[in-house]
């Protein structure tokens, strides 16, 4: 509405709607891209705010911009693993709808679930935060619903195991940080 410059991506298994879509909403200021991977969009538009809730606490544990390009890093690599598992093309997380969303949803201030995530770093208690809140911070009910398909499908998740246990086992953020950072040391791998 503000003409600032933005980008989105329509998906679809059919690319001849997903092109309509793209001719019907590009302007000067708003780009479309087609995707043919819808599973992959809708599993990196769900899965990044996991990833976001993680980024708040950070920000309010003061932890620094090492720590969440590691999270953010990390975070993808995480939800990449799923979404190949479930059937989802790789690629699709290191374009618009993976790490394009990923990125902003963990950085801008405006976001709901990096704003949530940031109070609970700052000591404040989930419900709490949840129920003062006039707006939706999807990531905490998505939260439940990512570790149920990554048990599934038999994926590795630690953020989402951290964020899950702190969410609705209330555990430390500190605790869950530390656990996360003492993990078994390991080659990094893409997925």
Same mark, same amino acid.
């Given at each position: 509405a503000r003409y600032l410059p933005a980008t989105a991506v329509a998906a679809s298994a059919d690319v001849a709607l997903a092109s309509r879509v793209q001719d019907a909403f590009s302007t000067q200021w708003f780009r479309i891209y087609t995707n043919d991977d819808p599973l992959g969009v809708e599993l990196a538009g769900g899965t990044k705010n996991v990833i976001a809730l993680a980024a708040g606490i950070l920000d309010g544990l003061g932890a620094g911009n090492n720590a969440k390009a590691a999270l953010v890093?990390? /975070?993808?690599? =995480?939800?990449?693993?799923?979404?190949?598992?479930?059937?989802?093309?790789?690629? @699709?997380?290191?374009?618009?709808? /993976?790490? #394009?969303?990923?990125?902003? @949803?963990?950085?801008?201030? !405006? #976001? %709901?679930? %990096?704003?949530?995530? =940031?109070?609970? /770093?700052?000591? !404040?208690?989930?419900? !709490?935060?949840?129920?003062?809140?006039?707006?939706?911070? =999807?990531?905490?009910?998505?939260?439940? /619903?990512? %570790?149920?398909?990554?048990?599934?499908?038999?994926?590795?998740?630690?953020?989402? =195991?951290s964020i899950h246990a702190v969410l609705f086992d209330g555990k430390d953020v500190l605790e869950a940080l530390a656990e996360l950072m003492n993990r078994d040391p390991k080659p990094e791998r893409p997925m």
């Open positions: 890093t990390r /975070g993808l690599v =995480e939800i990449t693993r799923l979404g190949v598992a479930m059937g989802a093309k790789a690629e @699709t997380f290191q374009g618009l709808a /993976g790490l #394009g969303d990923l990125i902003t @949803t963990c950085i801008s201030p !405006e #976001g %709901r679930n %990096r704003s949530v995530g =940031e109070r609970i /770093g700052k000591g !404040e208690k989930v419900q !709490e935060i949840l129920d003062g809140m006039k707006s939706v911070a =999807e990531g905490v009910p998505t939260t439940r /619903g990512v %570790r149920k398909l990554a048990m599934r499908y038999s994926v590795e998740m630690p953020i989402t =195991e």
